[in-house]
């Protein structure tokens, strides 16, 4: 994101760009709101000091489906921040089987790589749209080439080369030929030429296949095997026959990879990484120890964190396109916690996220603001659905009162999953109707009252056993 925008982006307007996804949570917005503002602010600190100035880690503690990982999400979607959300559970102290805990800030760095790339990309479209139609235009009316005569001398001299002029109907053919070019062009770009059907060559990349035995991948060691091998192996050409409207979008993007600078990318996604970068790390609780009562190195447990302290304390990765610097990421963990606490953690790692934000459970009238409140809320999303077939979903304000209440209800009788809930209970409860649309339900509007939802869920939520399996 460019510094004038995020200069704009206060801790007050990322909250209520929060508020546009997420309900409730005002403490967690309000937290993870500071954190990335003092992201632009250390920006603006003297270089001196701005290396001094570490980011303050926050855990998320709270049940599942509450927006943990949508407020990560959309914070990092929001500054326009590399971003990745990884489980604690997936690794394992190193020497056992299971990924390194560096291999988060690979993926990171790959993501950094990818998106600066895809900016790049777009900021050269137009000049790689133009260069396409004129390779498409060579390929339709080729250039004229110029056969030449030799310029009359009244002297003719032994020593000299005779000069050359070219000849009078080549230069006439020429122009008919800039003419045709320049009318064809204008079809090309009113697309009165998309379905012509065009032969070309495009340029393939060899396929590379490597298997490397072990827990260790070439990424892990920081190798970019498709580069190596991409520079020994000359790339190659092969004829396509596409319509030419296919054919711009393929030309345009060889073109626009001719165009960027893949070192700047790799240099500035470094850079983005190192000083904007998020890392979200679900599932912290789970690896938690136990306190010391078993025997021996707890493996999937303190060993983990014992790996992950250094990575959040601050080192150097090394990654397929550079060292990264990890003392200016900024860390997001999040767990439920239900048979552990914040406390149980090695006590070096709880001094490394010294923020911690309990979020709230979801009540009745959450579920009903996440129903319909959200750009993406799931009554919306479903209503779009139905729209493509001809066919109106009409929620009354009881019903969305009712299918809130089951919700909340079933949360508290079986397991809490949150938000999760509502995607379950809607798709129970529109089953019969996503089914039969569009031959039993060719054009109507379909309302979905108190009742409907109570005939039709009533008794699986009083039948408890049957609820745990379908609710």
């Not at 500071?34 to 992201?39: D, E, F, S, V, W």
């Not at 190193?94 to 998106?115: C, H, P, Q």
């Not at 240099?267 to 599932?283: P, Q």
């Not at 080192?315 to 999040?334: Q, R």
Request: charge should be negative.
């Amino acid at each position: 994101m460019a510094d004038k925008e995020m200069k704009e982006l206060t801790p007050n307007k990322i909250v209520e760009e929060l508020d546009n996804y997420i309900i409730g949570q005002s403490e967690a917005k309000r937290a993870v709101a500071i954190a990335l503002r003092n992201r632009w602010r250390r920006q603006q600190v003297e270089e001196t000091l701005r290396e001094e100035i570490l980011p303050n880690n926050i855990i998320l503690i709270g049940p599942t489906g509450v927006g943990k990982t949508e407020i990560s999400r959309r914070l990092a979607k929001l500054a326009g921040a590399p971003f990745i959300k990884v489980e604690a559970t997936k690794f394992t102290e190193v020497g056992y089987v299971g990924r390194d805990v560096e291999s988060m800030i690979r993926d990171l760095t790959d993501f950094a790589v990818n998106l600066v790339k895809a900016e790049k990309t777009k900021e050269v479209q137009a000049k790689a749209e133009t260069l396409a139609d004129e390779k498409i235009l060579d390929i339709l009316i080729p250039p004229v080439r110029r056969p030449q005569r030799p310029i009359q001398q009244t002297q003719p001299s032994t020593t000299e080369q005779p000069q050359m002029q070219p000849d009078e109907n080549t230069v006439s053919e020429e122009y008919q030929n800039q003419k045709t070019r320049e009318w064809m062009k204008v079809k090309l770009k009113n697309g009165e030429m998309d379905d012509k059907i065009i032969e070309f060559d495009s340029q393939t990349q060899p396929s590379i296949g490597m298997q490397v035995l072990g827990p260790i991948g070439m990424d892990d060691m920081g190798i970019n095997i498709q580069e190596i091998m991409g520079n020994l192996m000359p790339k190659k050409r092969k004829k396509r026959k596409t319509t030419i409207a296919d054919a711009r979008k393929i030309i345009a993007q060889e073109e626009a990879q001719k165009l960027i600078d893949m070192e700047a990318i790799q240099r500035e996604a470094i850079g983005r990484v190192e000083n904007s970068g998020i890392v979200f790390i679900d599932e912290i609780d789970k690896v938690v120890g136990n306190g010391g009562k078993g025997q021996g190195p707890d493996i999937s447990r303190e060993g983990v964190q014992r790996d992950l302290l250094p990575i959040v304390e601050g080192t150097n990765v090394n990654t397929k396109y550079g060292i990264v610097k990890t003392d200016h990421i900024l860390f997001i963990a999040s767990g439920a916690f239900h048979v552990s606490k914040p406390s149980d953690l090695i006590p070096e790692m709880q001094g490394r996220f010294p923020i911690r934000v309990e979020l709230n459970s979801l009540t009745e009238d959450d579920f009903v603001k996440i129903l319909t409140t959200p750009q993406n809320a799931l009554l919306k999303q479903y209503c779009a659905l139905l729209e493509t077939e001809g066919v109106k979903l009409d929620f009354t304000k009881e019903g969305i009162r009712e299918i809130a209440r089951i919700a909340t209800h079933v949360n508290e009788q079986i397991e809490n999953i949150g938000a999760r809930r509502l995607h379950t209970i809607l798709t129970t409860l529109l089953d019969e109707i996503l089914f039969d649309v569009p031959e039993k339900i060719p054009a109507e509007t379909v309302r979905i009252t108190a009742k409907f939802v109570k005939d039709k869920l009533d008794k699986i939520v009083k039948d408890r056993d049957l609820s745990k399996f379908i609710l």
